[in-house]
């Protein structure tokens, strides 16, 4: 069975994510292809209304951003900042520019190698 959180478009291929709380929830995102797979939505529903507390106002690091579903939802919820590192050059591009196509979302940044500050919050995926 196929997870709801990748769903495949017929005939462009896009393959695409929801966001599922916070500001954003319900917003659909692109991510690239190859082999990537975003948590899926039961796993981040569960993971999030658990580290709600913790999230609000947070400095987030989501390691193996790849679709970046994680810091997406993270910024959704209302982190004060996420950095997504991704090691794979390509997929960091893309996700960048789906970043930037988001007018209201100024806080991501998406990286290739670790930055030096702390974060209060470390996700991977």
Not at 42 to 48: I, P, Q, Y
Not at 70 to 96: D, I, K, Q
């Amino acid at each position: 069975m196929r997870s709801t959180a990748a769903r495949v478009a017929r005939g462009n291929k896009a393959r695409t994510l929801r966001i599922i709380g916070g500001t954003w929830r319900g917003r659909t995102w692109r991510f690239p292809e190859g082999d990537i797979r975003p948590t899926p939505d039961r796993v981040r529903e569960t993971l999030f209304n658990w580290l709600a507390p913790s999230i609000v106002g947070a400095r987030c690091l989501d390691l193996f951003a790849g679709s970046g579903a994680l810091g997406l939802e993270a910024m959704s919820r209302g982190a004060g900042s996420v950095v997504f590192v991704e090691n794979s050059s390509l997929t960091a591009r893309e996700v960048h520019g789906e970043l930037g196509v988001a007018d209201d979302l100024d806080v991501g940044q998406v990286r290739e190698h670790l930055p030096r500050q702390r974060h209060a919050l470390l996700l991977g995926e």
